[in-house]
Every structure is written in C-alpha cells, then in structure tokens.
C-alpha cells in the first residue's frame, strides 16, 4: 500500500545486467522511501549502484523485481509513452557533467526543455531568465558554455533541470567534478530551490560533508543499504 505523503517509493526492487556468467545483480530487495519535501543523500563506494538506483527512480530503466510508486502511483504499468510523459512533466535531472549544448547559450539551454515541451519562445525564456536569476547567473545568461566556469555550467544545468517544474529533482553527484568551494555553492543552491520550489530531491554524492547537510543518508553498501539520521 501507498502511504500518503511518500513521494518515492521503492520495496524490495531488485537490478542487475548482463546474462549468465556474466551477470551482475547489482540491487536486491531493495526498499527505500522519500516523503514529499525531502532532501536525501545517497552514498556509497563507487559501483555499488547508486546510478541505478536514480535511474530507476527517474524511470529512465526498469527493475527486475519489486514495485516503485512515484507520488503514490505505481509506474511499472506505464509503457515509453506514459513513462516519458511523467519524467518530462515531474523529474528533474541533473548530472556530474552540465550536458549543455554548446551552440545555445546560457539562457536557451535553460529555455529548451520547455521549448520542446512547447512552450512558445518568449515565455520560456522569460522563465529561463528566472530561474538564471535564481542560481545568480542573470548577467550570463547570453554567454555560451564554453565561456563558463565548471561551477557556472552547472548552475545553468541546475536552473535546466527546474524549467519544467518539477516535483522531484535526482541529482547525480552534481558536484563531482567541481573543486571545494564551487561543490558547496552549487549544493547550497540545489538545496536552496529544493526549500523555494517545495521539491523532493534525491542527491547522489561522494562528498560526507554535503550528504551531512540533506535531511536524511541513504547508504547502499554490497551488503544492502540502511539509513542514518532520517
Ligand atoms: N547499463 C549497464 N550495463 C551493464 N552493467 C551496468 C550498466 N549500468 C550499470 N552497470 C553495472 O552496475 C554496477 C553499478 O553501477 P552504477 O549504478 O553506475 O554504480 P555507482 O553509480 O554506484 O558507481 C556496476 O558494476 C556497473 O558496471
Ligand atoms: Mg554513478
């Protein structure tokens, strides 16, 4: 059964790849759950299947095994089409590298997932330069990526993955690849709109110290997982 106000949840989900002698189960009864409003830290030695855990959380795969409601719904009914339709719509994503496109600028890589969705073009950058405005890169926005810092790209990819509104925000060690005082700016910003935008996030990391300051510790191990501090 569904419990209200769970936004995410995962029981007993099971994963792995490959056939055979070469298969590996990579998660096994799996049971993980993230009220409406929470910011969770995953961790966990590189391997050990956090990727895919957000993958199957963001419904960009699915598990072998088990059940995954999202906001109470169970999403292992739903074919491609309702799949997409729902990550679009209430998942936001971003990643250890910023996935900008290099041709647009600032402002048009944060335009463009609701230019696709087809939102005309003045009112989706009018919203891009809202949420540039929001991560402080107002005065960038015609700058292209490559005229960026790391810690920059990554703003604008943060300001990206809210330009759909979305309800969930999965975070892929997001500051992985930055240096010390650009991963806690970009991670003060993550959760500064996760509290302004009343999102659920999942972010995963390798840095304690960060995973330290979200509301809860999801730590997968090869053994299984467990929580600290919920
Ligand atoms: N698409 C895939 N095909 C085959 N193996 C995969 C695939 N995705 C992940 N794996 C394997 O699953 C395990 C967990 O990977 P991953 O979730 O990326 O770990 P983490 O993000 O914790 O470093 C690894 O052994 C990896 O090689
Ligand atoms: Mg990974």
Redesign the pocket.
């Known amino acids: 059964m569904s419990e209200p106000g769970m936004m995410v949840e995962l029981e007993g989900v099971s994963k792995g ?2 056939v055979g002698a070469a298969r ?1 189960e ?1 998660l096994t009864a799996l049971d993980l759950e993230v009220a409406e409003g929470r910011l969770l830290a995953v961790v ?10 957000l ?1 199957l959380v963001g419904l960009l ?1 699915r598990p072998d095994g088990g059940r995954i409601r999202l906001d109470g719904r169970d999403v292992a009914g739903l074919d491609g089409g309702e799949r997409a339709g729902l990550r679009n719509r209430m998942i936001g994503f971003i990643f250890q590298h910023h996935y900008l496109l290099d041709e647009l600028d600032a402002l048009d890589n944060v335009a463009l997932p609701l230019r696709i969705a087809g939102t005309g073009a003045a009112k989706a950058r009018a919203r891009a330069r809202e949420l540039l405005d929001a991560v402080r890169l107002g005065d960038r926005a015609g700058h292209f990526p490559d005229m960026l810092s790391g810690g920059e790209q990554q703003r604008v990819a943060v300001a990206r993955a809210l330009a759909m509104r979305p309800r969930l925000l999965l975070a ?1 060690e997001p500051t992985g690849n930055l240096d010390r005082a650009n991963a806690e700016q970009v991670f003060a910003m993550v959760k500064d709109l996760h509290l302004l935008a009343g999102l659920t996030s999942i972010i ?1 990391t390798h840095d304690e110290e960060l995973a330290r300051m979200c509301d809860g510790v999801f730590r ?1 191990a090869p053994a299984g997982a467990r929580f600290e501090h919920v």
């Open positions: 790849f490959g590996v990579v966990g030695p590189s391997g050990v299947g956090k990727s895919t855990l993958h795969d892929d995963v997968l």
